[in-house]
C-alpha cells in the first residue's frame, strides 16, 4: 500500500472538502442498491487522511481535535455511511498513541501512513450490558495468545487491514488485539440489515483461536486508570457524523423548497421558497444547524486544550464540552432529517428521491449510546462540580 503523507491542518481540510465533493455526486445510490463503498475507501486512504492523528516524531501530521471532528463533519455531510466507517479507526489510533510500545508505535504508525485501515471488533450481542466484554484472549505456552469470541456492530471490519479486537485475559483486564483481517479463524460476516447507514458493514466477526503474538496486545484498561481523552475524543467523531447528517439534509431541503415545491394556496406568493412561514421554519432549522456546529468547534477546542495540560479537571471539561455537543447534534440530526419533509411537503416522501436516507442514518445513527445519560452527567458537573466517569463512551 501506498498513501499521500498530508502535512498539516489546512491540508487535511483541503483533502476532506474535495473527497467530499467526490462523495456526494452518487451516496444516494450507494444507499439505494447497498452497494459498499469499497473504491471510495481506497480513496480516503490514498488520501492520506486516516493517517492525520500519526504524532509528529512518526511522520505525521497529528492534526488538532477539532480539525478531525471538522473532517468528519465534512464527510458526513456527503455520505453519512461513509463518515462512519473510519470513527473506529480514529479511537483505536488513539489506543495506540497512549498504550503502545515504542516498537508498536513505530510499526503501527508506519502501517498508517501507508494506507492501512483499522476496524473494529467490539460490542457484544446478549451480554448484560455494553461493556460486559466477553472475549476471550488465552495466553498459550508459547508467548501467544488465543483469541475467540464472537463480535457484532463491528463497523469497517469489512473493509479493514487490521481488527482492533477488545477482549479480556484471565486477569479479567480489558485488552485490544490488533489482528490481520485475514488471520486464520477469523470470519467477518457481512450480515448488517440496519434500515440507516446501509453501507457500513456493521456486521458479525467471529474468532475461533485466532493466533496473536503478544507484541500486537495492547492494555486498554490502563487506559482509564488516570485522566484520559479516549472517549472524548470518540464522542466527538459521533457529534461530528450527527452534525454533518443534519446540515446536509437542511441543505437538501432548501434546494427542493426552491426548485421543486409548489406554494401553499394561502400563502399568496408565487414560490414556496417565498411563503413567510417555509422561511420561518427554515430560520429555526438553521439555528439548531449553527449552534450544533458551534458547539462541535467548542468540544474540539475542548479536548485540544486538555491535551496540551492532562489532568483530571481538564479531561473532565474536555469530556462533559464534548457531551454537550453530542447531546445538541443527536436532537438537532433527528429533527431536522425529519423536518425536511415537513418543509418540503408530499412529493419529498416519494422512495425513488431517496430523501429519507438523511432521517435513517440520522435515526440509526444517533441510538449508538443514549444521551439522557450524557445530560445526566452535565446537570451533575454543572450542579455539583461531579467530574464525569472515565469510559470510552464519553
Do not use: C
Not at 93 to 105: A, H, L, P, W, Y
Not at 162 to 171: F, G, M, Q
Request: aromatic share 6%.
Amino acid at each position: 500500500m501506498t498513501a499521500h503523507v498530508i502535512a498539516n491542518d489546512a491540508e487535511a481540510l483541503t483533502v476532506a472538502a474535495s473527497l467530499a465533493e467526490e462523495f456526494r455526486a452518487d451516496a444516494s445510490a450507494r444507499d439505494v442498491e447497498r452497494r459498499l463503498p469499497r473504491a471510495e475507501l481506497d480513496r480516503l486512504s490514498a488520501s492520506g487522511l486516516l493517517a492525520v492523528t500519526v504524532p509528529a516524531e512518526h511522520g505525521g501530521a497529528d492534526v488538532s481535535a477539532e480539525t478531525l471532528a471538522e473532517i468528519f463533519r465534512l464527510l458526513s455531510a456527503a455520505d453519512a455511511s461513509l463518515a462512519q466507517i473510519p470513527q473506529s479507526h480514529f479511537a483505536y489510533v488513539n489506543v495506540i498513541r497512549r498504550q503502545g510500545t515504542d516498537e508498536q508505535q513505530k510499526f503501527f504508525f508506519a502501517e498508517l501512513l501507508s494506507g492501512a485501515r483499522l476496524g473494529n471488533a467490539q460490542s457484544e450481542a446478549g451480554t448484560k450490558h455494553v461493556q460486559d466484554i466477553r472475549t476471550r484472549l488465552e495466553l498459550q505456552p508459547d508467548g501467544w495468545y488465543d483469541l475467540t469470541g464472537v463480535k457484532h456492530y463491528s463497523t469497517g471490519a469489512l473493509f479493514a487491514h487490521w481488527i482492533p479486537v477488545l477482549a479480556r485475559t484471565e486477569d479479567e483486564s480489558l485488552q485490544v488485539a490488533y489482528v490481520p483481517r485475514d488471520s486464520p479463524g477469523l470470519t467477518v460476516v457481512d450480515d448488517w440489515d440496519g434500515m440507516g447507514q446501509r453501507t457500513t458493514a456493521s456486521g458479525t466477526v467471529r474468532l475461533e483461536g485466532v493466533r496473536v503474538p503478544a507484541d500486537r496486545v495492547l492494555p486498554h484498561h490502563l487506559t482509564f486508570e488516570g485522566p484520559q481523552l479516549h472517549g472524548a475524543v470518540a464522542q466527538l467523531l459521533h457529534a461530528a457524523i450527527d452534525t454533518g447528517i443534519a446540515g446536509a439534509a437542511l441543505a437538501e431541503a432548501a434546494q427542493f423548497v426552491r426548485t421543486k415545491s409548489r406554494p401553499w394556496f394561502e400563502s399568496g406568493v408565487e414560490s414556496a421558497a417565498e411563503d413567510p412561514l417555509l422561511i420561518q421554519r427554515f430560520g429555526e432549522l438553521s439555528v439548531q444547524v449553527r449552534a450544533a456546529k458551534a458547539l462541535l468547534g467548542d468540544a474540539g477546542r475542548a479536548v485540544d486544550t486538555a491535551r496540551v495540560d492532562l489532568t483530571d479537571d481538564s479531561a473532565a471539561e474536555a469530556s462533559i464540552a464534548v457531551a454537550a455537543a453530542k447531546v445538541l447534534a443527536a436532537q438537532t440530526a433527528v429533527e431536522v432529517t425529519g423536518a425536511l419533509f415537513e418543509v418540503a411537503g408530499t412529493r419529498s416522501a416519494l422512495n425513488s428521491l431517496n430523501l429519507h436516507r438523511h432521517w435513517r442514518d440520522a435515526r440509526t445513527h444517533t441510538l449508538h449510546d443514549p444521551v439522557r445519560w450524557k445530560i445526566q452527567h452535565i446537570g451533575r458537573h454543572a450542579l455539583n462540580h461531579t467530574r464525569p466517569p472515565r469510559h470510552g463512551l464519553l
